[in-house]
């Protein structure tokens, strides 16, 4: 099992930034692709940026040139650098953890989420 615990959530102006962090723990060995998804109300849950343990990045348009993911191995921690923030960021963010289904834990692992508001 892995747990993931994310922080850096917060109420920020437009054109502001912000800087998410997700410390994973647990069985982390195979976990190889990290990610965070966000959740508007009234939406459904979208992939934002994610991260293989090679180091290559995938963005989300909308976030593209704004948005910078990152992974600390020494300390298990997968950033999401947020600037430029517009009010159609704001969204519950979620940290995953994706390890290849061939393993016996193998599947995706969620954290708890931490709010992201930009004010207009």
């Known amino acids: 099992q892995v747990q993931l615990v994310e922080s850096g959530g917060g109420v920020v102006q437009a054109g502001g930034s912000l800087r998410l962090s997700c410390a994973a723990s647990?069985?982390?060995?195979?976990?190889?692709?990290m990610g965070w998804h966000r959740q508007a109300p009234g939406k459904q849950r979208e992939l934002v940026a994610y991260i293989t343990s090679g180091g290559s990045t995938n963005y989300a348009d909308s976030v593209k040139g704004r948005f910078t993911i990152s992974r600390d191995g020494a300390k298990n921690t997968v950033y999401l650098q947020m600037n430029s923030l517009v009010p159609e960021d704001t969204a519950v963010y979620y940290c995953n953890a994706h390890k290849p289904y061939g393993l016996t834990d193998g599947g995706d692992y969620w954290g708890q989420g931490t709010q992201v508001t930009v004010s207009s």
């Open positions: 647990g069985s982390i060995f195979g976990a190889i692709v």
